[in-house]
């Protein structure tokens, strides 16, 4: 009976890893752009289709994974990965993230001035652009349709995108990580106040 099971718990578990590891390669293989480009297809993906993760963790993970090392759509995919099959599931979804990409750019290195030469390939990255630039709206409006309308929420965002135009606009530069970092320590100290505040209220 627990050979069995045992039987049982790892050909799910088998079954889970490969489910994580296509899942990811096809979100590599087939998404242009870079890893904002990719955010639409993760969430449409992991969240509608395979309910891996709800809409709150994908917007934190998003958070979290721009703000630490690495290409956002790889971290995204080791936190899905890991929350379905713990260091397992991280590997293989990560690696399925990675694999497609890394031997699509290889090849194409290999064969890169003749590649661009091509007629119908640059006309096909012309059209790339655009749906790239969709892909990455699309995930945004998404996000902004889950995200708890706040006063505070709302103020930074606002923030944030008007700093960005005017940052493009007038081609100044400034990194964004800054924008990140002053926004983290406006919602630092905006979280002290209201405690303050709250402790306020507890005591009267």
């Known amino acids: 009976m ?8 790892l050909k799910n578990q088998t079954k889970l890893l490969l489910d994580l590891f296509l899942t990811f390669a096809k979100i590599g293989m087939f998404t242009f752009g870079g890893g904002y480009a990719m955010l639409s297809l993760i969430e449409n993906t992991c969240i509608e289709n395979k309910k ?26 080791t936190y899905v990965g890991y929350k379905k099959g713990k260091l397992l599931g991280a590997i293989a979804a990560t690696f399925g993230m990675v694999l497609p990409s890394f031997v699509i750019i290889y090849l ?7 590649f661009l030469e091509i007629t119908w390939v640059n006309n096909a990255f012309k059209g790339i652009k655009i749906a790239v630039g969709i892909l990455i709206v699309d995930a945004a409006v998404k996000m902004l349709k889950k995200m708890k309308k706040k006063p505070m929420q709302i103020i930074m965002v606002c923030f944030a995108t008007v700093s960005m ?40």
């Open 165 to 204: 135009l005017l940052i493009n606009i007038f081609a100044l530069n400034i990194s964004s990580m800054i924008l990140m970092l002053v926004s983290a320590v406006v919602g630092i100290v905006v979280f002290f106040i209201n405690n303050i505040l709250e402790r306020k209220r507890v005591k009267k």
């Open 2 to 9: 627990m050979d069995l099971f045992h039987l049982v718990k």
């Open 52 to 77: 891996w993760i709800t809409h709150d963790e994908m917007t934190t993970v998003t958070v979290i994974a721009e703000s630490t090392p690495g290409p956002i759509a790889i971290n995204c995919a």
């Open 108 to 114: 194409i290195s290999k064969f890169l001035n003749q």
